[in-house]
T-cell receptor, first 114, second 116 residues
């Protein structure tokens, strides 16, 4: 099992719809979870972080964390063409000397169609 | 605010040449990281540093070297360039991370490197 898994996509949604991006992770003790957006040819930029079980909302973005099921998701409401990008899930492992390193998934390509 | 600055933005090397990718951050971050990203793939950690004078290997360190003489700078050295090192290289930094904290990593704009 890969450490951080995401559906590679592409995920295609119409403008105004809800885009749902999912991520699963293997280390049950993982502490922190991040969603990065990466436009083609650009660097990753942080859009959401979540630490506790449940939902965290920021504008049109909602991150959902379920540690028991080891998944984290990102919902984008009222999707816009400008949301078209690759979304990277990143997980910070637990404890010891590795709790500052992130493990990234391969990313999900989202296309929002006008 | 400059954040994380990488130079050069683009470079073409011949097989066997060497070069240094520069990375500097002005946020007084303790931790710095080098990643490579191949097409359609996620980010793979090459090396990281938890402070000046302290570096350690990541997932894919072969063919690379790093040093951290100051808090601000974290250069990545390729000694004998090989075609397999053609990639996009990202430098990142973060604050001191305590257990369970949500300190994110901040990325530079990347260096696109081709080895021919």
């Amino acid at each position: 099992q890969k450490e951080v898994e995401q559906n590679s996509g592409p995920l295609s949604v119409p403008e105004g719809a809800i885009a749902s991006l999912n991520c699963t992770y293997s280390d049950r003790g993982s502490q922190s979870f991040f969603w990065y957006r990466q436009y083609s040819g650009k660097s990753p930029e942080l859009i959401m972080s979540i630490y506790s079980n449940g939902d965290k909302e920021d504008g049109r973005f909602t991150a959902q964390l379920n540690k028991a099921s080891q998944y984290v998701s990102l919902l984008i409401r009222d999707s816009q063409p400008s949301d078209s990008a690759t979304y990277l899930c990143a997980v910070r492992k637990s404890g010891g000397g590795s709790n500052y390193k992130l493990t990234f998934g391969k990313g999900t390509l989202l296309t929002v169609n006008p | 605010n400059a954040g994380v600055t990488q130079t050069p933005k683009f470079r073409i090397l011949k097989i066997g040449q060497s070069m240094t990718l520069q990375c500097a951050q002005d946020m007084n971050h303790n931790y710095m990281y080098w990643y490579r990203q191949d097409p359609g793939m996620g980010l793979k950690l090459i090396y990281y540093s938890v402070g000046a004078g302290i570096t350690d290997k990541g997932e894919v360190p072969n063919g690379y070297n790093v040093s951290r003489s100051t808090t601000e700078d974290f250069p990545l050295r390729l000694e004998l360039a090989a075609p397999s090192q053609t990639s996009v290289y990202f430098c990142a930094s973060s604050r001191l991370v305590r257990q369970g904290s949500n300190q994110p990593q901040h990325f530079g704009d990347g260096t696109r490197l081709s080895i021919l």
